[in-house]
C-alpha cells in the first residue's frame, strides 16, 4: 500500500510538472505517449493549421508533441537544402516551375502559402536549415523530443548528413528515400538510420543484405501480423503511412494491434484523441 501511495504521488508530482511547463497540446502528447507504443510522424509537417511544409506548421507540431516531422528535401539551382514536396512550385506556392531552376535567393520571393494567403501571408519556403535550427532550439526547451523524419526527394547525402549533425539531428532522426540514396547515405555515413520502402516480403533479406535498414516504411496495403513479425524477427522497426482515405480510426487502431512501430498521418490530433478518448 505504501508502494502505491508513492507511486501515486510520483505520478501526480510529474502531470503537475507538465502541466506548469507545457501547453495542453504537449500535456496531451505525453499522456499520450505515457500510454501508447505507437509513435507518431506529422506528415509534410501537416497540423492543420498552416500550409505543409513550413515553419509555421512545423511550429504547431512542435506544439503537439510528435516524435517526427516528415520533411522534404530537396536543392536549390545553387546547391541549397529547401524544403518542399513537389518538384514544381506550382501546387503550394505562388511560383512555377521546377524548384531546381531556381536560387535559393529566387525562392525566398516567393509564397509558400497557397490557399491560406489571409492566415499567412508571408510564409517561404524553408530551408533545411531554417528547419533543423527550429527543432533543435525547441527540443532544448521541451519534456517531449520531436526528430525528422526525412524524405529525401531531390539531395545529396553529404550536405544533408553535414546538416543534420550540424544541429546533432543525424542520430535520432530517420532517413527515407529509394534504395540507390539510401546505399550512398550508408557510405557518407554508416550510422545513419536508414527506411526504405517494403512492397513485398520477398524484398526483406536483399534490403536488408543491401542497406542495413534501421525500419522499413511498409505499405499499409500490405501490412499484416506475419509481416511485423518477421521484420521485428530481424530487429527492424516498421514505419507505414496512413495516409489520404487510411487516415482514420480503424486504421490507427489496427496499427497498434499489429505491433507497428510509427505511423505518418496528416491528423495527428485525430490520432491522440482517438486513443485518449477525446
Known amino acids: 500500500m505504501k508502494k502505491y501511495h508513492w507511486l501515486l504521488v510520483l505520478s501526480i508530482a510529474i502531470i503537475s510538472s507538465c502541466q ?3 501547453s ?3 500535456i496531451e502528447a505525453w499522456t499520450y505517449k505515457s500510454q501508447h507504443q505507437l509513435r507518431i510522424s506529422a506528415h509534410r509537417g501537416n497540423s492543420g493549421l498552416a500550409p505543409e511544409n ?3 506548421t512545423f511550429q504547431k507540431t512542435l506544439e503537439m508533441g510528435v516524435d517526427f516531422i516528415e520533411i522534404d528535401v530537396r536543392t536549390s539551382k545553387d546547391n541549397q537544402l529547401v524544403i518542399l514536396h513537389d518538384g514544381t512550385l506550382n501546387r503550394t506556392t505562388n511560383g512555377t516551375g521546377p524548384i531546381a531552376n531556381l536560387s535559393l535567393s529566387e525562392i525566398k520571393q516567393l509564397k509558400a502559402n497557397k490557399g491560406w494567403e489571409a492566415q499567412f501571408p508571408n510564409e517561404q519556403i524553408p530551408t533545411l536549415e531554417e528547419t533543423l535550427q527550429l527543432v533543435a532550439k525547441w527540443n532544448k526547451q521541451k519534456n517531449t523530443k520531436t526528430y525528422i523524419y526525412v524524405d529525401c526527394k531531390q539531395v545529396e547525402p553529404q550536405p544533408l548528413v553535414s546538416l543534420m549533425r550540424k544541429y546533432h539531428l543525424d542520430k535520432e532522426s530517420v532517413y527515407y528515400g529509394n534504395d540507390e540514396f539510401l546505399e550512398r547515405l550508408k557510405t557518407v555515413d554508416a550510422q545513419s538510420k536508414r527506411m526504405p520502402s517494403l512492397n513485398n516480403a520477398n524484398e526483406i533479406e536483399t ?3 543491401r542497406l542495413a535498414p534501421y525500419a522499413f516504411d511498409v505499405n499499409w496495403l500490405k501490412m499484416n501480423a506475419q509481416l511485423v513479425h518477421d521484420i521485428h524477427e530481424k530487429n527492424i522497426k516498421v514505419y507505414t503511412d496512413v495516409l489520404g482515405p487510411l487516415d482514420q480510426s480503424n486504421n490507427y487502431k489496427k ?6 512501430d510509427l505511423i505518418q498521418t496528416d491528423h495527428v490530433k485525430s490520432v491522440y484523441r ?3 478518448g477525446n
Open 255 to 260: 496499427a497498434k494491434e499489429l505491433g507497428v
Open 274 to 276: 482517438y486513443f485518449l
Open 54 to 56: 513550413t515553419l509555421a
Open 24 to 26: 495542453p497540446s504537449q
Open 207 to 209: 534490403k536488408i543484405n
Open 20 to 22: 506548469r511547463s507545457n
